[in-house]
């Protein structure tokens, strides 16, 4: 059975968001792609940008808008290390 995703987002100075059971989460890479990452995915370390963080969990779907960082995915989840909140135009 695979183990629901650990949520992690992290500055120097705080932790912004730690989830222990997250469904799934999407983020923007710094190559123009979106990720989505579930369960079981495989290991990563890639480049974000300053763009929405989604990810859902057991009291529903999250917008976290963080700036550009290093996402992280091993067998214990996701570690996404930013500088911290970004101020992001509404679309």
Known sequence: MIKPLRLAVLTPAETL?????????????????????????????GETVSAPLRYADETGEHVLNLEAGILQVDRGGVTILTSGLANLPQV
């Open 17 to 45: 968001v730690e989830v222990k059971e997250v469904k799934w989460v999407q983020a923007q890479l710094a190559d123009g792609s979106g990720i989505s990452i579930w369960p079981g995915h495989a290991p990563l370390l």
